[in-house]
Structure formats: structure tokens, C-alpha cells
């Protein structure tokens, strides 16, 4: 429909007008095959977009250094606050595990209260949780502060994703989008470990707490520029997240503990059955209620389903071998916290290389190749491992590090978009959550496994228990690459 008017002559007084005005210039050329934007209006929703996403990257940055800097700054914590290992793993555990389960449904809150709101109540529950652990006197208030940052790091994470989801509409400019807001977090957790070096030698590991203070502030700032989310309607469901939080801690509880304790005791055997019968409980819960958390139909789909396994096999790599070679390279080979982080500098340049490169190839090969040959380099970076002495030359141990950052970085852009296009957007919570807590359940796992393996005589740090961790998530990564390969579309 036609909307300039009719064509007539000027009054009088019109013409006068347009006698004495200038002549107008002529209207600017346009590009061949360019349509022209509206003036005055698409640069600024392209800068709120820019907002939305540095805010969601920021986020999703602080709250996933914070797991790989803690690692580097284990060791002091010990020293510090009297903790042995399984203090130890339960100061990584504590903050992953509650991570993995309030996610479910943090994603269904970032869906109902709005993604940017239920963002910046995570972002300030985060900063407040982190001064807490920078002011832990024992042991036990450090872990309890690390729970605290879990559940706030839980709506952290699908709901920056959420943002960005609804920042852009474009599915081309949401896939770079995504790419970029993965890229940020595998630089983060490749980074983390040299931060947490610097941090811990220069002032202390409570630093390495205190950094996330002034993040927040940063982040909160630049919310206040982002338009308000939509909300959907989720449902609250209790029922499904209490099984999940006892499904998940009395997992760990088994795995952590059955090191220690012995696998047989008593406490494991309780805490493997609670772990049992909650997955049970929670089946039922949400196959009953009437808006679960967690739609059980999502899992059945292959295309969900898939990612959600390839997430936690990933995960269980990265988490468990950034934990491993952080407390090998300290305790087995006596390097200072610096020394340890530095080891993980040439793995952070190749992590940023191969994100900004995996979006491309899975646009020109597909993201089925992408995802599978990220798990296969993954598990031959796991066997790659296996040699590692107290007196392998450090070079070597570089060399052999590149392989474990290659593999994730690789997969995980592709993975995160896949999923994102396989869910609507009034689903992208929920999803992302879903997504997520698969990945923090895996790394959790993870850590326990070793960290059980890795306690040999006397607390010494064992190398027969570290090749079995390492052959174990090599075979978890190679299963669930065969999964991706004949069970996953090719485009």
C-alpha cells in the first residue's frame, strides 16, 4: 500500500516557500543489494544489542575463570585453611555441583522473570557469594560460600544465553553472536589457571575471589542499558528441583568419598542409593507434572539429547584435566602457582584461535563433522597424557597441552548452536539451562573421579590413579563421539 501523497499543485504560499528554500540535494545512492536502514533507528538497536551481548559475555566469563583459577589457587587454600583433598574437591565441587542443578530451573526463572532481570539477581547474588569466599576463615565457610556462588552462577549462565537469544532475531547474527559468547568462556577457563597463578602469588588466593568484585559492578552498569525481556510463563517446580539437588549431591558424595572412605562404607552405599532413588523420584515428578522444569519430551528428541551427552563428556574432559595438571605440575613437580598458570598460556591463544574458527567450519562442513572431530581430538589428547612424569621436560608438557585445547573449542560453538536452533525461543532458558547443567554435572564428576584416583599413599600425589582418570573420560569421549556421528544430521 502506497503511503506518499497524491501528487498536486502547491498553494501559493507554498510555492513562495519552495522558491526561496535551496534545492535539495539529491538522494544518496544506495548499494546494489544492500536495503537501507531506518534512520535513527537501527544503530541504536544494534548498540543495545552490543550492550546485551558484552554483558552476557562478561558474565559468562567471570563466573566460568572463577572454576579454572580456584584450581591454580588449590594448593595455597590448603596450606592456608588446614583442607586435605577431599576438602579440596569439595571447594571445586561445592561451587560446580550446585551449578549443574539449580540450573534446571534457573533456565525456567531466566524464561519467567525476564532474562535481563533474572541476570542482574545473579550477577549481585555472585559478586556478594565471592566476597564471602575471599573472607572464609575455615574450610567449611569457604565451601558453604562456594554453594552460594554455584546457585547464583546457575542464573548466571542460561540467562545470558537467554539475552543474547533475544537480542537477536537474525539466526546468522545470533550463530556469531553465540560463537563469540562461547568464545568467551573457553578463554576464560584456558586463562583462568594463569590469573589464578598470578593472583596467588602476588596477593594471596583470596584475590582471586575479590577479582569478581569490581566484574559485577561492570556488568550491573551496563544492564541499566538494556531494554527489558519479555516474560513466559514458567512454572516453579519443587518437586523436580529438590530430587535433582539430592540426585546430584549424593553422586558426588559417593564418588568423592568411596575414595576416602572406601566404596563399600557404609556412607557411600547411603549416599549412591539417595543418588538412585532421587533420579528415580525425579522421573516420576516430571513425567506428572503438569509444567515441568524439565520437558521429558526435549529429551527424546536426538537432537537435544545428543548435545546434552557431548556436553557432558566434554566437560568432563576439560574440568577433570585442567584439576589434574593444575595439582600435577604443583605437587608432583614442585612448580610455584605462577609457574603452574604459565603452563596454560600457549593452551589459552589456541582455545581463542580454534572458537573463532569453528563457526566457520561448521558452516562450510557442517556441525556434525565439527562436533565429532572436536571429541575424537579430545580423547587423543586424553591418551596423549598418559606419559607425563615428576621429569617429563616442560616442553613436552606444552606440546602435549594443545591437543586438550583444540578438542572443546572445537566442539562447543557448534554444539551451543546446534541446540539453540533445535528449541523455540520461548524454550531458550530452559534449553540452555538444560544444556549447561549437563556440562557442570560432567566436569563435577570429573574432579571427584580424580581427585579420588589422584590421593595415593600418605596424600601423595599418584600417578597409576591419574592414567586410569585419563583412560576413563578417553572412552567416555570416544562413545559419545560415535553417538554424534550416527545419530546426528550432517547439516
Do not use: K
Request: charged residues 10%; proline residues 7%.
Amino acid at each position: 500500500m502506497r503511503t506518499d501523497p497524491a501528487p498536486c499543485m502547491p498553494a501559493p504560499a507554498e510555492a513562495r516557500d519552495r522558491r526561496s528554500s535551496p534545492p535539495a540535494l539529491p538522494p544518496r545512492q544506495q548499494r546494489p543489494g544492500r536495503p537501507a536502514a531506518p534512520t535513527g533507528e537501527r544503530p541504536t538497536v544494534a548498540r543495545r544489542d552490543g550492550v546485551a551481548l558484552v554483558a552476557a559475555l562478561l558474565g559468562f566469563t567471570v563466573i566460568t575463570i572463577d572454576v579454572s583459577a580456584v584450581n591454580i589457587a588449590l594448593p595455597a587454600i590448603g596450606t592456608s585453611l588446614d583442607g586435605g583433598m577431599t576438602g579440596l574437591q569439595w571447594v571445586v565441587d561445592a561451587y560446580t555441583l550446585m551449578f549443574a542443578a539449580l540450573m534446571l530451573s534457573a533456565g525456567a526463572l531466566a524464561d519467567r522473570a525476564g532474562a535481563r532481570r533474572a541476570y542482574a539477581w545473579g550477577v549481585a547474588l555472585f559478586t556478594l557469594a565471592s566476597l564471602g569466599c575471599a573472607l572464609a576463615p575455615g574450610i567449611g565457610v569457604l565451601v558453604g560460600a562456594r554453594v552460594a556462588q554455584g546457585g547464583a552462577a546457575a542464573v548466571v549462565m542460561p540467562a545470558s544465553l537467554a539475552l543474547i537469544r533475544q537480542a537477536y532475531e537474525d539466526p546468522r547474527a545470533r550463530a556469531r553472536a553465540i560463537a563469540l559468547w562461547t568464545v568467551g568462556g573457553s578463554v576464560a577457563m584456558a586463562a583462568g589457571p594463569v590469573l589464578g597463578g598470578l593472583l596467588t602469588e602476588g596477593a594471596g588466593w583470596r584475590a582471586v575471589f575479590l577479582i569478581n568484585m569490581p566484574v559485577g559492578a561492570v556488568i550491573l552498569g551496563l544492564l541499566v542499558r538494556v531494554p527489558r525481556s519479555a516474560r513466559r510463563s514458567a512454572a516453579v517446580d519443587a518437586g523436580g528441583q529438590l530430587t535433582a539437588v539430592l540426585a546430584l549431591a549424593g553422586l558426588a558424595f559417593a564418588v568423592i568419598e568411596g575414595g576416602h572412605l572406601g566404596w563399600t562404607s557404609g556412607p557411600v552405599l547411603t549416599a549412591a542409593a539417595l543418588a538412585v532413588a532421587s533420579g528415580c523420584a525425579f522421573r516420576v515428578v516430571e513425567a506428572r507434572h503438569r509444567r515441568p522444569m524439565v520437558p521429558l519430551e526435549m529429551l527424546t528428541d536426538r537432537r537435544v539429547a545428543v548435545p546434552l551427552a557431548v556436553g557432558f563428556a566434554v566437560n568432563a574432559a576439560f574440568y577433570g584435566g585442567i584439576f589434574l595438571l593444575g595439582l600435577y605440575c604443583q605437587q608432583l613437580r614442585g612448580m610455584s602457582g605462577i609457574e603452574a598458570g604459565l603452563m596454560f598460556v600457549p593452551m589459552s591463544a589456541v582455545v581463542t584461535a580454534t572458537n573463532l574458527v569453528s563457526p566457520r567450519l561448521a558452516e562450510r562442513i557442517g556441525r556434525r563433522p565439527v562436533i565429532v572431530a572436536g571429541q575424537l581430538i579430545f580423547a587423543g589428547a586424553m591418551f596423549a597424557l598418559l606419559p607425563l612424569a615428576a621429569h617429563t621436560p616442560v616442553w613436552l608438557v606444552l606440546v602435549l597441552l594443545l591437543p586438550l585445547s583444540v578438542g572443546g573449542a572445537l566442539a562447543v560453538p557448534a554444539l551451543t548452536a546446534l541446540l539453540m536452533d533445535a528449541v523455540p525461543g520461548e524454550r531458550a532458558g530452559t534449553a540452555s539451562g538444560l544444556l549447561n547443567s549437563f556440562r557442570q554435572t560432567g566436569g563435577a564428576l570429573a574432579v571427584a573421579l580424580f581427585g579420588g584416583l589422584l590421593a595415593g599413599p600418605g596424600g601423595a600425589f599418584s600417578l597409576p590413579g591419574m592414567r586410569i582418570g585419563l583412560v576413563a573420560v578417553a572412552a567416555l569421549l570416544l562413545a559419545t563421539a560415535a553417538l554424534s556421528r550416527f545419530s546426528l544430521r550432517r547439516g
